[in-house]
């Protein structure tokens, strides 16, 4: 019997060519370890290229899972395990593996031609120079090709298992259950039934080897992380969307209708919005970014949810018909899953440089409330505040999602619907005025004196015909008007309905167990996990810090002035040059400080604790007035 080591914690990242299966192993893994009750967090990563060249370091695909027995906030800064499916792999991913680490090296790869693709010299799997590392040079590729041998496949075919050979060794190595990823290959195969056959005999060999071999002493085991009781799945941020865009339109009793266009790393929402017909959604995969769009507002004005998906490139080309949306007071929600830009950029790398385009890139004065999802999970109740918001007010909502969020996953507490409250359309059903005569007629302007909503008509209800479309509207009536009194009082009216939601946002919570904090780190979107356990372990080491996250972008929570006058230094993490930071220091005229990363990359949690230990030790130099202590 081999010696079994309990850890807490564990980051291991498959890598290899973007045609390697690097994305469905790491997923498996993830999925296996999530049914285990681990607590997890992913980053995947790729090339945008749908098949980028096969060896080079542009064509290196990765998958990091994080996973634990506590509650974790991010993937991790660095694996633990680097698995290395060729010279490439190992190249783009040495750096980030500390000295110790394990890695798990395919040698059938690390030819003589594939190191010089890569600018190694000599093999580093034989010259000594990974030293400093526990070094396993296994024949990943030459066992599977055996282990497969009786099923007849070309060499090329039985060695794409490789990658199912290397998810069984780790799942013996880290004692992951199995049966998973066997019901999860028996079913994706099922019509190719020699395929499938191949890679449950490439993972159970995989496993099997880790068993009987003495390259491997030791194996070791991750506890369940203590969690609430209830029903958990694995979710990323895209599945998550488009589940609480389906539960809130069944919560308003709409149907749902989808127009968009498919673009990285959006499509995944259209792709499962369009498995649930059942639940009453159309999806409408439009010609363009501006099709899409615009559908999706004629379903709004024909009384269904219409939303609309999209990137940072797209949500430029539909900024005009939002400000339509905004003209005809028309509920519509924009999901916007933001990449590195700007234009094409880094289409599969994750960024948070949209928050100024979704705030102000339309013509005119065109307000639109704005909320951002904090984590993958977070997605559904985002969707579903988003939903409720656009209903309610009769606007177009932005949703803000990143590529680190899209992707990643987490484990998923399963809600109970029936708890959801629900969402109450209150479609206009009869006259709400009376013209000269003093005959009954609709006034599609007339509005809700609370929230300054107007009132939202099916098309051909009796008696509620009206005008509607982009030029100016005339109060109450909704007719053309150029009168520049009414152009103010519209332009007014419009905005303070924006500022009204505030009234429906809570107040901003300050995490602050001390009370003595100085500096307070303020995020929004998917800095939230970098964030915590970067606050975390300031913490464990002895220095006081408070953290806030803001999910309402437009309006700001209420208290948001007041609690950012509250410290001595704010600072705010963020994917751009300091977007969020601009803002509220025009806002609140506080002296926010930008802390920035665009790198394509989540924010470093190391990286983070460190710089704020040097904040925090540098003001301790100084009392709260200013003066050196």
């Known amino acids: 019997m081999k010696q079994v080591h309990t850890l807490d914690r564990v980051v291991i990242r498959f890598a290899g060519d973007s045609g390697d299966g690097m994305q469905l192993t790491g997923d498996r893994f993830t ?8 607590d997890i967090s992913t980053l995947p990563n790729f090339p945008a290229e749908i098949r980028a060249p096969a060896g080079t370091l542009p064509g290196v695909s990765s998958f990091q899972l994080h996973f634990a027995n506590y509650d974790i906030m991010t ?3 660095r694996p633990d395990v680097l698995v290395a499916m060729n010279p490439a792999a190992l190249k783009a991913n040495i750096a980030d593996l500390p000295r110790g680490g394990v890695i798990i090296a395919d040698t059938a790869d690390f030819t003589k031609r594939n190191l010089a693709k890569v600018g190694y010299a000599t093999d580093p799997l034989e010259d000594g120079s990974l030293t400093d590392y526990q070094l396993h040079a296994l024949d990943l590729t030459g066992m599977t ?12 075919d039985a060695s794409r298992a490789k990658n199912m050979f290397a998810l069984g060794l780790l799942s013996w190595l880290y004692h992951r259950p199995t049966e998973g990823t066997l019901t999860f290959l028996s079913r994706k195969f099922a019509s190719k039934p020699a395929i499938r056959d191949a890679n449950v005999a490439a993972f159970k060999t995989g496993y099997a080897f880790g068993e009987t071999t003495e390259v491997f002493a030791v194996r070791f085991e991750v506890a369940p992380a203590p969690m609430p009781a209830g029903r958990y799945r694995q979710i990323n941020g895209n599945l998550a969307m488009a589940y609480g865009l389906v539960a809130a339109a069944r919560k308003a009793d709409l ?15 259209l792709h499962e919005l369009s498995k649930h017909k059942r639940f009453g959604v159309t999806t409408f995969q439009a010609e363009d970014e501006i099709a899409g769009v615009g559908a999706a507002l004629g379903a709004s004005f024909a009384g269904h949810l219409g939303v609309t998906t999209s990137s940072g490139p797209g949500i430029a080309l539909k900024a005009e018909t939002i400000g339509l949306a905004v003209m005809t007071e028309l509920p519509l929600v924009i999901v ?4 590195a830009g700007p234009s094409t950029g880094m289409p599969t790398k994750t960024e948070q440089s949209d928050l100024l385009q979704v705030m102000f890139g339309r013509n005119g004065e065109a307000p639109v409330p704005v909320l951002a999802a904090q984590s993958p999970s977070d997605c559904f109740d985002t969707a579903i505040e988003g939903v409720r918001i656009a209903v309610k007010y009769r606007t177009p909502v932005i949703l803000l999602s990143d590529g680190y969020i899209a992707n990643g996953a987490e484990p998923w507490h399963v809600p109970d619907i029936a708890a959801i409250p629900p969402i109450e359309p209150g479609f206009a059903t009869e006259a ?3 013209d000269a005569k003093g005959q009954p007629v609709f006034l599609p302007y007339r509005r809700n004196p609370e929230t300054l909503a107007r009132p939202w008509a099916k098309p051909g209800t009796a008696g509620l015909q009206h005008r509607i479309g982009g030029i100016e509207k005339a109060r109450d009536t909704g007719a053309v008007s150029y009168d520049p009194a009414n152009h103010d009082e519209m332009v007014r009216t419009r905005q303070a ?18 009370g003595s904090a100085r500096v307070l780190v303020l995020g929004w979107g998917s800095t939230y996990g970098p964030i915590t356990a970067a606050v975390r372990r300031v913490r464990s080491a002895g220095r006081s810090v408070a953290q ?3 999910r309402h972008l437009n309006p700001f929570p209420a208290n948001l002035g007041e609690v950012l006058r509250g410290y001595d230094r704010v600072i705010v993490p963020e994917m751009n040059l300091g977007q969020l930071a601009m803002l509220l220091r025009a806002k609140y005229l506080v002296d926010v400080h930008s802390y920035s990363r665009v790198r394509g990359l989540p924010i470093s949690l190391s990286e983070l604790a460190r710089d704020l230990e040097s904040e925090i030790d540098a003001l301790a130099t100084r009392t709260p007035e200013g003066v050196l202590a």
């Open 336 to 339: 916007d899953v933001q990449r």
């Open 145 to 156: 090709v055996a282990a497969v041998k009786e099923f007849g496949l070309s060499r090329k």
């Open 31 to 38: 999925a296996d370890s999530a049914v285990f009750g681990n």
């Open 548 to 550: 806030t996250h803001l």
């Open 497 to 514: 309905k924006i500022d009204g939601i505030v009234r429906d946002i809570p107040s901003l919570a300050v995490d602050d167990p001390s």
């Open 432 to 434: 709400n005025g009376v």
């Open 255 to 269: 149907p749902l209708f989808l127009g968009a266009y498919p673009i990285t790393p959006a499509s995944d929402v």
């Open 75 to 77: 993937p991790g800064d």
